[in-house]
């Protein structure tokens, strides 16, 4: 079974569609799930639904470490979290947790592209 299927992507993603952002999609999901069952310690943290994007899930492992994804509503991410067994958050409740800060701090210089300096390489 499909994530979509298995998740409501479809049926809980919500009756308004941002027309300035793509849709959450099954890969968006499957990367969520490997990138949790590839790292110890993985929390998701929800981001709300803005104008130009879509509801997305950021999922931050033990060091910190870091992806976001497209999920469609939060009750997706719940149950993709429910699924896995790994705690999920509201973002505007907890905040984002240090270790990602840090995470990024230490490594800056590998997300910055060398042949274009002052650009940096997209994590999501």
Do not use: C, Q
């Amino acid at each position: 079974m499909r994530f979509r299927d298995r998740f409501g992507l479809r049926r809980h993603g919500g009756a308004r569609r941002n027309t300035l952002d793509r849709e959450a999609t099954d890969a968006d999901l499957d990367a969520l799930v490997a990138f949790a069952r590839s790292r110890r310690g993985v929390e998701f943290f929800v981001e709300p639904e803005t104008f130009a994007t879509d509801t997305t899930a950021v999922a931050v492992a033990h060091d910190g470490e870091w992806t976001r994804r497209r999920v469609g509503s939060p009750r997706v991410i719940a149950r993709l979290a429910h699924e896995l067994s790994l705690p999920v958050y509201d973002v505007h409740a907890v905040g984002y947790p240090p270790r990602m800060r840090a995470w990024n701090e230490r490594n800056r210089a590998a997300r910055v592209d060398p042949g274009k300096p002052g650009e940096s390489v997209s994590s999501s």
